[in-house]
């Protein structure tokens, strides 16, 4: 935080560096654990929570899946089959519980370093609706309001599906004759090391885990959602484009980071590999490859004896983890008759946590004209606070709302 004063930490610890160097593998804590300064958050007068929304019983499943897959060209048949995955669980997805936790963690975290910045939240396909929040901010009087998705990397799905449904619900309450807030949204935190940190210590636990002698030679299967590689390749700002884009570089860059904190750690390099999950769409559009499942067999065949699933494209244990990993990829592995365990998501670890403070704060200083210190580890530095115009493109080009391209200036 360079220029802007610095109020340091209440609890009278010293504050340390913000430095990209700050190493992961040594499981220190990231950047500053700072307090707000005498300039808080301003300009901003509410932090958003932007997430997926998941349904919360068995009547609402079918809803939620037609809310997630509308004018999306979902084949019927992986309806029915994800449907049932929800069905499994007695229709009720982890993710909004895991949404509450977070957002009553942030408002704990604000009020213990000092922070007065009320937190909404509001989800994309299921209740609480992005709309309906809007509409309860512009009520309450906020001007100004910045957004963390729960979405670490770029893409359509992860970055502008989110901005063009925060144009969408700012057009409906304008259409209501209510003065919405002005909507900003924070950077990609994939790389900070509030995300990274958890995340490697996750994999620590689940290989301590496997048993003893097949621990050290244990592959490490970084998974992620696959997305068409048609989104991939245009992923990011276009400079980023092609090649898988930014989405797969990101990948790559958090699964090399995490596998070299712990080889640090532990002495021992795991083999390691970014693999895809929780395919959809029609057979014949090419999707992100190898599955997870797929890589499984593959690993086996190899003579792995045994392997982590890591899920760094998640920030909580929500359906994809807790079906596609922990239920179906699980029972590959059983049937295969190879020892796996499945690392932790970051949830509401207080260094993710931090993190959300920390990048709220960053950016309010940036806007008040500030150069604060971007904390970021890995080969990538800290990614645009503002998509450039034809970031992450979509198909439909839908107006998006907190971007360059933002008809909402
Ligand atoms: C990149 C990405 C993330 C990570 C970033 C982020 O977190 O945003 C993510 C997260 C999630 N995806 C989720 C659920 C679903 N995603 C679907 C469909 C799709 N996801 C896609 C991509 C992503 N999805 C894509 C390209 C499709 C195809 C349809 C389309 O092009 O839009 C479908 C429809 C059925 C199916 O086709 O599988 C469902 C039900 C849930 C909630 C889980 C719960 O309930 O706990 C979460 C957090
Ligand atoms: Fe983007």
Redesign the pocket.
């Known amino acids: 935080m360079s220029d802007a004063p610095h109020a340091g930490d209440p609890a009278g610890r010293p504050v340390p560096h913000a430095s990209a160097s700050v190493s992961a593998a040594a499981g220190t804590v990231t950047g500053p654990d700072s307090g707000p300064g005498p300039d808080g958050a301003h300009p901003y007068d509410a932090l958003l929570l932007l ?5 919360e019983g068995p009547d609402d499943v079918v809803p ?2 037609e809310n ?2 509308r004018g ?1 060209g ?1 084949p019927r048949e ?2 029915a089959e ?1 449907g049932s995955h ?1 069905f499994l669980f007695d229709g009720v ?3 909004n519980a895991q949404c509450r936790a977070l957002r009553d963690a942030l408002r704990k975290d604000f009020a213990e370093h000092g922070l007065e910045l009320p937190v909404y939240w509001g989800n994309r ?1 299921w209740a609480p609706y992005l709309t309906d929040t809007v509409r309860e901010m512009a009520r309450d009087g906020r001007r100004r309001v910045l957004t963390f ?5 770029a ?4 970055c502008r ?2 901005r063009e449904n925060l144009a969408e619900s700012l057009a409906a309450v304008e259409a209501e004759g209510l003065t919405p807030p002005h909507l900003d949204k924070l950077r990609h935190f994939f790389n900070h090391p509030g995300f990274v940190e958890p995340m490697a210590d996750g994999v620590l636990a689940a290989l301590d885990s496997l048993p003893a002698g097949v621990r050290d030679a244990a592959s490490l299967a970084f998974t ?2 696959s ?2 590689t048609a ?1 991939a390749d245009t992923s990011g700002p276009p400079g980023d484009h092609g090649g898988g884009g930014a989405y797969v570089a990101q990948h790559l860059d958090v699964a090399r980071l995490v596998a070299e904190a712990v080889a640090e750690r532990t002495g021992t390099e795991h083999p390691w590999e970014l693999v895809y999950q ?1 395919r ?2 029609p057979p014949e559009v090419p999707w992100l490859e190898p599955d997870i499942c797929d890589h499984l067999e593959a690993l086996h065949a190899g003579g792995a004896p045994a392997a982590v699933m890591v899920p760094i ?3 909580s244990d ?3 983890v ?1 079906y596609d990993l922990d239920t179906e990829a699980d029972a590959k592995a059983r049937e295969l008759g190879l020892p796996v365990a499945r690392s932790a998501t970051v949830g509401t670890d207080p260094r993710f946590v931090a993190a959300v403070r920390e990048l709220v704060l960053e950016r309010a200083a940036v806007e008040r004209g500030a150069r604060p210190e971007r904390c970021a580890v890995g080969a990538l530095g800290p990614s645009h606070d503002v998509c450039p115009v034809a970031c992450c493109p979509g198909r439909t080009g839908k107006p998006a709302a907190a971007g360059a391209d933002s008809p909402y200036a």
Do not use: D, K, W
């Open positions: 997430s997926f929304g998941g349904p939620f899946l997630v897959t999306r979902i992986r309806l994800v929800y997805s982890p993710i396909n998705a729960t979405s670490a990397y893409s359509y799905s992860g599906q989110y992620t959602h997305i068409p989104a929780s959809s769409g494209g998640f920030v929500h359906m994809e807790r």
